[in-house]
């Protein structure tokens, strides 16, 4: 009876955690009997804090479950906990500091505790050799920080956090400064922390003496995932989903079929589908960090400069190759020792090459000089498109050419394209058609370069283009393709403006059309004179003509053939038709000046006056294909759209498709396979019986209420031996039993 009487809650903590949470008031005494016992409980661990104790971890969670109840009684509860951890962060016991931090975390969530002061200790205690630990506090920093951020930013807490970052990436310990990096780039993923200071801190990780945070923050840039274990866990679970799937289905077929047995099925499938989509993430990261860098140019010769001195392996080399020529690409800098040095590598036989030439195309553009980009193209040219290398090694050199081209089209020499033009014949598929597409480049960029066959018909785009040379700005005031958009209402009225308002603008086009005029009139009394004499000039009497005077006698009659008249006829003076077709030329020409101008003045028109919407930007995008294409096979579709999807793949950041791309009769997959199989079987009937029965309602053969029955039912018969025994086994069991037969009959 005494025992009853006694009271319990002293030492059953989940039940005075929940009266408390109740009634705070009420038990309020035993709260502070709780408390004196931690205290004395916690002097007592400090002499020994390498040791776990299990009252101590008891009343720690304790307390910070309760802690919003005695907010006053508490508030050195939470120094307690910190000074705890920073003395002896990596002697505690495992179990212990992981019920410490859990705590904080707990008081962090209620608010309780400033977000600073929890953030930057767990950051110093990335240091601990726990690694249980350090992924705890990797995820619940991201989201903390994610979910102060929510709402509106907190510039104050980030400035200081970010701060702090700066000088972990400088930390002794490598394991805390790559956590570190690794949760500004987890913050950077997520959009939390997407600004310059962010970019900027990261940088200065890309010359960290640790390759590991090295390659960590060079991935960042490059966009791909430095936490390979997450991609690894995602792997393994979509491998145990398909496997989960793959076993329901197996399950299904032994049983009874009956309709809830297949809705359940069915539903656990749905299961499995909408837990493989919620796995499934788009891109990480996206190249708008190598837009907020301060200072490209110092970055990327300060990257340059540790290039030529490290002795990492050979595909750190390749990611920090990478990396500086986006740099030099997007940001278009002066990197003049980069080329030079990447030329060394540009053999058939290094290891991924077609990355290394897919770099050095990133790296080329306008602002260049074309010296150095055509000794990078001529080694491509040596090393890569002869007759001694394979069709592919030619078809990857020739596409390299091509990009490089169109980035920097005044690196090219006129005699190295019309030889690179004459594999468009080659035997190989793959040579030719990267031979044509590199013709095709260079007629949208420099046509005057190549032979007059392979210009092909002048487009819209090729009359237009303006070659200019090495240095000079190509810069606008309007949006070229404009016109496109002044309908033809708008442009009668466009027009009578432009003619009272811009008369002085329009006086050009009408001087050009008088000087043609002039140039016609002259060239037609000449021809007129010409027709007096049925054209032949008129020689005076005092000339003479190979050192005969028109008195003498001394004449050589001598018969010509047909075929020597009509070649001398264009050298002798009668030269209408050469005329008429300098006629043709000058007026041909007049008119493209003319009509170019008028559209530059009517797209400098819309360019002034209209706010152009993206169905505006779409319509002029599909205008400058158009002026690509031939005039005369406008109406082929798949031209049109092979030009648009090349236009718009060709950004900032090239694909290694681009390189790779050899025309190829490649083997069939699985799924071609399957597609000509079912195509095939269409006019076939379905599998069924080969014979149907007589009468539909009769019963069922044995074989077939065999295959509906329980897999159990029939177990042992499957597993017997006489169903299993071959031919000769059968032969045996045979001999056997006629010779114990025969020695039964013989007594």
């Known amino acids: ?259 809830k047995r297949q809705k359940r099925l069915n539903r656990a499938l749905e299961v499995l589908k909408k837990h493989k989509k919620k796995k499934k993430r788009g891109e990480l990261y996206n190249f708008s960090a190598l837009h907020l860098i301060h200072d490209p140019q110092d970055l990327s010769e300060r990257l ?156 819209e785009a090729m009359q237009e283009k303006e070659i200019l040379p090495y240095g000079c700005p190509d810069a606008k005031s309007y949006l070229p393709g404009a016109e496109v958009l002044v309908k033809e209402k708008e442009e009668e009225n466009n027009d009578e403006q432009l003619n009272e308002e811009d008369e002085e603008e329009f006086g050009f086009i009408d001087e050009i059309i008088k000087q043609t005029e002039e140039e016609e009139q002259e060239e037609e009394k000449e021809d007129d004179e010409d027709e007096d004499n049925d054209g032949w000039e008129v020689c005076s009497s005092d000339e003479e003509i190979d050192g005969w005077s028109d008195n003498d006698d001394g004449w050589i009659d001598v018969e010509h053939s047909d075929k020597e008249e009509t070649k001398e006829t264009p050298t002798l003076t009668k030269s209408g038709e050469s005329k008429k077709n300098k006629k043709t030329n000058k007026l041909q020409s007049a008119k493209v000046q003319v009509s170019l101008e008028e559209k530059k003045k009517k797209a400098q028109f819309v360019s002034d006056q209209k706010i152009f919407s993206q169905a505006d930007f779409e319509k002029i995008n599909k205008a400058m294909v158009l002026k690509n294409l031939d005039p005369i096979q406008r109406k082929r579709k798949r031209d049109e759209q092979a030009l648009e999807e090349e236009m718009r793949e060709r950004g900032e950041i090239l694909d290694i498709a681009s390189i790779e791309n050899i025309h190829k009769r490649r083997a069939h997959d699985k799924d071609s396979r399957l597609s000509t199989v079912h195509a095939g079987r269409t006019e076939r009937d379905l599998f069924g019986r080969a014979k149907p029965k007589m009468n539909p309602n009769a019963s069922k053969t044995n074989k077939e209420k065999k295959r509906s029955k329980n897999y159990m039912m029939v177990k042992h018969k499957l597993n017997s031996k006489k169903n299993k025994r071959s031919f000769k086994d059968k032969q045996v069991a045979l001999r056997d039993a006629l010779l114990k037969k025969q020695r039964t009959m013989r007594k």
């Open 304 to 459: 340059f400069k540790q290039l030529e001195k490290c002795n990492e392996y050979y595909d750190v080399k390749i990611m920090m190759i990478d990396f500086i020529s986006r740099l030099v690409g997007i940001h278009q800098l002066f990197l003049l020792n980069f080329y030079p040095y990447i030329q060394r590598f540009l053999q058939p036989r290094t290891k991924d090459v077609t990355r290394l030439l897919l770099f050095a195309a990133q790296a080329t553009h306008e602002l260049v000089p074309p010296d150095l980009v055509e000794n990078l193209i001529k080694t491509i040219a040596y090393n890569f498109i002869t007759e001694r290398n394979s069709s592919d090694a030619i078809a990857i050199g020739l596409n390299a050419v091509k990009e490089i081209t169109a980035r920097c089209p005044l690196a090219i020499t006129e005699d190295l394209i019309r030889d690179l033009a004459q594999y468009k014949n080659h035997r190989e598929k793959a040579v030719s058609m990267a031979s044509r597409g590199l013709i095709m480049m260079v007629r949208q960029v420099n046509p005057t370069i190549l032979h007059k066959k392979d210009r092909g018909r002048i487009t």
């Open 1 to 259: 009876m005494s025992s009853r009487n006694h009271n319990q809650l002293p030492n059953n903590l989940p039940q005075l955690q929940n009266l408390i949470k109740r009634d705070a008031e009420s038990y309020k005494d035993e709260f502070h009997q709780q408390y004196q016992h931690f205290i004395s409980n916690l002097e007592v661990f400090q002499l020994k804090p390498n040791q776990y104790s299990k009252i101590l971890d008891e009343l720690i969670m304790f307390l910070a479950q309760i802690s919003h109840c005695f907010t006053k009684e508490l508030v050195d509860f939470p120094q307690y906990l910190k000074t705890l951890l920073l003395n002896y962060s990596t002697t505690l016991d495992p179990t212990m500091r992981m019920t410490l931090c859990r705590a904080l975390i707990l008081m962090r969530n209620k608010g309780l505790v400033p977000a600073v002061d929890v953030l930057e200790l767990f950051f110093q205690l990335f240091r601990c050799n726990d690694r249980v630990l350090r992924e705890t506090l990797y995820t619940y920093i991201v989201s903390d920080i994610q979910n102060v951020n929510a709402k509106h930013k907190n510039s104050k807490l980030n400035s200081t956090l970010q701060n702090f970052m700066f000088d972990m990436l400088k930390d002794s310990n490598v394991v805390a400064a790559k956590k570190s990096l690794d949760v500004m780039v987890e913050l950077y993923r997520r959009k939390v922390w997407k600004d310059a200071k962010t970019v900027n801190v990261i940088t200065t990780a890309c010359f960290s003496k640790v390759t590991k945070i090295m390659v960590a923050a060079i991935k960042f840039f490059l966009g791909v995932d430095s936490n390979d274990d997450s991609d690894s866990e995602s792997d393994d679970e979509d491998k145990g989903s398909k496997k989960n799937a793959n076993e329901l289905l197996i399950g299904h077929r032994v049983g009874k079929k009956t309709k």
